[in-house]
C-alpha cells in the first residue's frame, strides 16, 4: 500500500493526466472571430431575403435621395428615382411614381418629338405640383398621408383627366415636371436646360411656397448655393462600398422611415438649421427665415409692418427673375400660365377654414408680444405679404406679358368649412388636388377658346 509518511516512496505511481481542452477553449482569438464572421453572414443572409421579401432589389440600389446635384439649378429631380414605398394611392391600382429619364412623372413615356395632335403641358412648381403629402411636423395635429401621390392622384394626372373628358377631340399630355423645394428662377433655369426641347404648347407655374424665403432675404441664387456642399457630400457618398450590404441598406431604409422621414416632405418654413449631410435622409433648408427681436417688438404684426419696406424691395429681385422668365417663354412663343399655390396660412385671401385647418394652420404662427423668442418672417409673408402687396405686383408682372394669371387662394374663397382641403401649410388632400386640377383645366379651355392657348 502506499507509504504517505514518505512522499519520495510514491514516486514511482504516474501522475494524472491533464484534462485536454477542447478547441474552442485552445484557441479563444479564433473562436471568437469564426463566430462573430458567422454571425455577421447569417445577419447579411437575414438582410438580404427581408429586402427579397419586401421586393427591394430594384431599390437597394438606387440613389437615395429624390434630388441629386446639378450644375445648372444645384439640385434637381433624380432620374429614375422611385416612391414606391411612400406612394399615396387613391386606388391600390395606381402605378407607383417612378421618376423617367428625364426625371418627370408620367403616365406614359415622355418623348423629345411630341406626338401628332398632342397637346403638350408642363406642369413646374414645388412639392405641392410635384404631388407631396403632408409634412410629418403636422402629424400630431391631424395625420395624412406623408409620402407622394401617384401620378392618377396628383394635380397634373387629375388635370390630364378633366382636359380629355371636356375636350375629346385632342389628346392631352400633362407632364409633371416639378420637384421638392423647387423655386422660380430654377424653373427659369429649367425651362432653358430641359423643356424646351419638348415642344411644350403650355407651361403651368405653380410657385409661391418656397419663394417665401427669397422675399426675406432678397437672395434666391445665393439662398440655394448655401445648399451646394450637402448634394456634394451626399453625392460622393454614393462612393462608400456599404451601400452594398444589405444590412445597411435594411437599417439605413428603417431609419428613414420610421425615426427620420424627412424625405417624404420638404422642411416647414420654420426650419431653418440645415442638417449634417451624413444623413441622406435629411432635407437641406435656408436659414434666414427666423431673426431675434427684442420684447415687446416681436410681436407678429408689428414686427410685419416695420419689416414690410424690406420685403417690398427684396420681391423686387423676384419680380425681376419672374419679367426675366415671362420674357423667355414669350421670345419662344410659349404660352404660359403662373398661378400662386394655395397657402393654409394667408389671411384676407382663403377657403373657409375647417376646424381641422384651423389646428393645422397654429402650428406656424408668428411670435406672440412679449416674448424673446425669434420671429419667424417667414409665417409673416404667408399671412401678410402675398395679400398686401406680391399677388397683385405678380398679377401685373404676367399682364405687361400676357400671361395667364391665377391666384388660387382666391379661387377658393368660396370653398366651406366642410371641406378639408389643406394637410398642412400648403400641400393638398386627394380632393384638393382634384379642386385645384378643376380651376386650372376651366381656365386653360377658357384661354384655348379665346384664342390665348395656341398649340406648336
Known sequence: MPNFSDPSANSAIPAAAPARRNRFARYPKTTLCVTVLVLLGLIELTCYLIIVFKGHRDLRFQYPYNRILSGYTVFQNV????????AIKADPTEPDPVLDEHGFLHDTPITREKPTGTFRIFLLGGSTAFGAGQNIRYHSVHPYPDGLYAYPSSIAGQLQRYLQSHDPTRHYEVINAAGFERRIHQSLIQYLQTLSQFHPDLIINLDGMNDVYSVVTGTPFEDLEQQIPFYVELYQGQRSLLRYSSTYYVLSTAYSKWVNRQHSAEPAPTTVA??????????????????????????GRVFYDKSKPRYTKN??????IVRQYFAVLKADRTPSMFVIQPLLNRKKENKHLSDIERKLAEVMVPTESGTSAAVDQCALVLEYFFDDFLSAALRKAAQEYGVEYLDLNAEIASLGPDVEFYVDYCHLTLDGNRRVAEILGKAIL?????????QH
Not at 446 to 454: I, L
Open 315 to 320: 420681391a423686387e429681385r423676384l419680380l425681376q
Open 79 to 86: 432620374p429614375g428615382h422611385s416612391f414606391r414605398t411612400s
Open 446 to 454: 377658357a384661354a384655348r377658346a379665346r384664342g390665348q392657348g395656341g
Open 274 to 299: 440645415p442638417p449634417s449631410a451624413a444623413s441622406a435622409a435629411a432635407t437641406p433648408t435656408v436659414a434666414g427665415g427666423m431673426t431675434s427681436a427684442s420684447p415687446g417688438e416681436n410681436s
